[in-house]
């Protein structure tokens, strides 16, 4: 168990609608990351939160947005649904481990069906 | 840009030892991670090398060349579970994280 949570586990949509995904990273981590997964593809970087403010912003489509709160939880907001949003969706947390600042504890995971 | 490239595959018998490779085009990142996921799962931290050299972490060892823009996993004293995606991953200097497409390795009995 990484110590960070994700819910839902599963999210079974209508393309067009619009979801939210939420993440709790690991007590004392103020970075949490999100990733999409799609069927056997690699890890695609969609953006970075710190303490609160964004750090860096990968590949995320601007259907896509994404906020931390101030008790350090993250939701990702994904709207205007296509059937290719279709992925595993990742929550990943760093930072409590000053040594090793890049290493990142990953959540289950949301598995997103858009239909 | 930024790519890491990897074999898609490997395949080696319970015992042996297999290295997976991770070649890289990028103009600066911070150091080379390598994680671990199982189907189904979500990737597991292996092992990290910020600089030069080579890693040691139990039966998993991790190297990196900056010159040479390589690096690799080691995995030794292969067992059953050990069968999953490795994915190198690199920080780059604009803050983003890039990962490699994954080696899918196959650990025969």
């Known amino acids: 168990d990484s110590g960070v949570t994700q819910t839902p586990k599963h999210l079974i949509t209508a393309t067009g609608q619009r979801v939210t995904l939420r993440c709790s990273p690991r007590s004392g981590d103020l970075s949490v990351y999100w990733y999409q997964q799609s069927l056997d593809q690699g890890l695609q970087f969609l953006i970075q939160y710190y303490n609160g403010e964004e750090r860096a912003k990968g590949n995320i489509l601007e259907r896509f947005s994404a906020q931390q709160f101030p008790d350090l939880h993250s939701e990702l907001n994904l709207s205007s649904l296509e059937l290719g949003d279709s992925a595993l969706y990742f929550c990943a947390s760093s930072g409590r481990d000053r040594g090793t600042p890049d290493t990142q504890y990953f959540g289950p995971g949301t598995r997103l069906t858009v239909l | 840009g930024q790519s890491l490239e990897q074999p898609s595959e490997v395949t080696a018998v319970e015992g042996a030892i297999v290295q997976i490779n991770c070649t890289y085009q990028?103009?600066?990142?911070?150091?080379l991670s390598w994680y671990q996921q199982h189907d189904g799962g979500a990737p597991t931290f292996l092992s990290y090398n910020a600089l030069d050299g080579l890693e040691e972490t139990g039966r998993f060892s991790s190297f990196l060349s900056r010159s040479d823009s390589y690096g690799y996993l080691l995995l030794q004293e292969l067992q059953m579970k050990d069968s999953a995606s490795y994915f190198c991953a690199v920080r780059n200097y604009g803050q983003n994280f890039v990962f490699g497409p994954g080696t899918r390795l196959s650990v025969l009995p």
């Open positions: 990028t103009s600066g990142f911070y150091g």
